[in-house]
Nanobody
């Protein structure tokens, strides 16, 4: 079955950096577009970044553009999110998901997420 396992979260001070990983299994990873999403307490889950199956095309939410970078390793089946210049507003649980390439909307199973906490 499809499994997505996020890791790499933690607590960091504002201005710091973190790199999240998402290890995928149970499907042919190179065939799917992928995305990162986040959900802060009391808020709806929102899209953060998306990447095409080849990795050549990326898409970012306005709030993270220029600070976050999404990438993928199609050989190892791992999705990454490098986060720089972190702000307290970036505090959330981060999830990876398979997405439709046409509209970056998530489908299928979610992982357990990884918590990112940014202190001021």
């Amino acid at each position: 079955q499809v499994q997505l396992v996020e890791s790499g979260g933690g607590e960091v001070q504002a201005g710091g950096s973190l790199t999240l990983s998402c290890t995928a299994s149970g499907f042919f990873f190179p065939a799917d577009c992928m995305g990162w999403f986040r959900q802060a307490p009391g808020k709806e889950r929102e899209g953060v970044a998306g990447i095409s199956n080849s990795g050549r095309s990326t898409n970012y939410a306005a709030s993270v553009k220029g600070r976050f970078t999404i990438s993928r390793d199609n050989v190892r089946g791992i999705l990454f999110l490098t986060m720089n210049s972190l702000k307290p507003d970036d505090t959330a649980t981060y999830y990876c998901a398979r997405v439709y390439c046409a509209n970056w909307r998530a489908f299928g199973a979610w992982g357990q997420g990884t918590q990112v906490t940014v202190s001021s």
